[in-house]
T-cell receptor, first 109, second 114 residues
């Protein structure tokens, strides 16, 4: 995942908003994704955004895409303890997804 | 349950041995992808199969091989195992040969080489 970069850790208070940031390198990526991995589990697709969109909202999740800066962010509103997990940003390249290293989000009471 | 089934869930084996990891894709999906997740390397793409044929290859070692069978299930074979091969191995599937709407991941096989 060396082409996709994200910060490694985020600590947030319960009820606050979380913002996870990601930068990618391939401007030809058609889709960008956010996955969630809980301890001992596989990766769960949270949401994706098509490259011609700037924003996508899905309940508590808001994805912002700045294609010029190749910057993607995921905002989680009203963060809950169940949101504690590792969040991966990914870009589509040819036939595969390339993942970032993941951001570990810890929700504190 | 994501619909992608991986077996076994856990595997402990000795160095030099060979193991086979199995994946059944979600019903109707033609593509299978294998990823390795380790603490130091993150999620690394290994290989993709589409409808029985190899479609893309990533950072897969020569000691590793995979195949996809006519019923679309896939196996990842790891041989001459080394301590550094200890990792989580994920299988994912998608309906077509392209990532497009994302993959569906299985829950993984945790391989420990001792």
């Amino acid at each position: 995942g060396e082409d996709v970069e994200q910060s490694l850790f985020l600590s947030v208070r319960e009820g606050d908003s979380s913002v996870i940031n990601c930068t990618y390198t391939d401007s030809s990526s058609t889709y960008l994704y956010w996955y969630k991995q809980e301890p001992g589990a596989g990766l769960q697709l949270l949401t994706y955004i098509f490259s011609n969109m700037d924003m996508k909202q899905d309940q508590r999740l808001t994805v912002l895409l700045n294609k010029k800066d190749k910057h993607l962010s995921l905002r989680i509103a009203d963060t809950q303890t169940g949101d504690s997990a590792i969040y991966f940003c990914a870009e589509s390249k040819d036939y595969k997804l390339s993942f970032g290293a993941g951001t570990t989000v810890t929700v504190r009471a | 349950d994501s619909g992608v089934t991986q077996t076994p869930k856990h595997l402990i084996t000795a160095t030099g041995q060979r193991v086979t990891l199995r994946c059944s894709p979600r019903s109707g999906d033609l593509s299978v992808y294998w990823y390795q997740q380790s603490l130091d390397q993150g999620l690394q793409f290994l290989i993709q199969y589409y409808n029985g044929e190899e479609r893309a290859k990533g950072n897969i070692l020569e000691r590793f091989s995979a195949q996809q069978f006519p019923d679309l299930h896939s196996e990842l074979n790891l041989s001459s195992l080394e301590l550094g091969d200890s990792a989580l191995y994920f299988c994912a599937s998608s309906g077509t040969g392209r990532a497009n709407y994302g993959y569906t991941f299985g829950s993984g096989t945790r391989l420990t080489v001792v």
